[in-house]
């Protein structure tokens, strides 16, 4: 039973173009959603983060959509980059602590 | 930024024999987790530490898995007897409090023969 989805598996976008990954969840009680980026042979990065107080958050070409009511979230690079190519998982937690919930990934890659 | 270090990045061991997987969180960190990826899947948590014990585990930490950091060094994840079905990525990450930001390391690939 997997209490986060990540869509689509894999996302192909050409360079300039705004790629849009999406993310639902299950569990009520999550209430912290990180978004880490992972490059070929690292562990996974901190990208952007968002609590469920908020419903958008952004930094840079990266912004997080949040929506309480459907469960769900995405998260949308702006100007996409060669060098944005990487997986991007979704992740959540409780208020109980910092135990990371995963999504799938999504493979993202950037065609110049 | 904080670097999680892992050590070894690849290790093949035969069915039945013990390993140890070393990690080397953040210097000042307190909190200290394990996850397991299988090739193709998502990370799933296993385990996690706080002042020398274990804090909340998965159905995923088998009796054969064990944690420990001795005397504030490595943090290690240990499997005795492992099973092929232990192959996989493990992950390390660490984090200064309960509620901030994880850190991961690049992860050990154990191959189970």
């Known amino acids: 039973q997997q209490q986060v989805r990540q869509s689509p598996q894999s996302l192909t976008v050409w360079e300039g173009e705004t790629a849009i990954l999406n993310c639902s969840y299950e569990n009520s009680a999550f209430d912290y959603f990180p978004w880490y980026q992972q490059f070929p042979g690292e562990g996974p990065a901190l990208l952007i983060a968002?609590?469920?107080?908020?419903d958008k958050k952004e930094d840079g070409r990266f912004t997080i959509f949040f929506n309480k009511r459907e469960k769900k979230l995405s998260l949308h690079i702006t100007d996409s980059q060669p060098g944005d190519s990487a997986t991007y998982f979704c992740a959540a937690s409780g208020n109980a602590g910092a135990k990371l919930t995963f999504g799938g990934g999504t493979r993202l890659t950037v065609r110049p | 930024g904080p670097k999680v270090l892992q050590i070894p990045s690849h290790q093949i061991i035969d069915m039945g024999q013990m390993v140890t997987l070393n990690c080397d969180p953040v210097?000042?960190?307190?909190?200290f987790y394990w996850y397991k990826q299988i090739l193709g899947q998502q990370m799933e948590f296993l385990v996690n530490f706080y002042n020398g014990k274990v804090m909340e585990k998965s159905k995923l930490f088998k009796d054969q898995f064990s944690v420990e950091r001795p005397d504030g060094s490595y943090f290690t994840l240990k499997i005795q007897p492992t099973a092929l079905e232990d192959s996989a990525v493990y992950f390390c990450?660490?984090?200064?409090?309960?509620?901030?930001?994880?850190?991961f390391g690049a992860g050990t690939r154990l191959s189970v023969l």
């Open positions: 210097s000042n960190h307190l909190y």
């Open positions: 968002i609590r469920s107080v908020s």
């Open positions: 990450a660490s984090s200064l409090r309960s509620q901030n930001t994880l850190y």
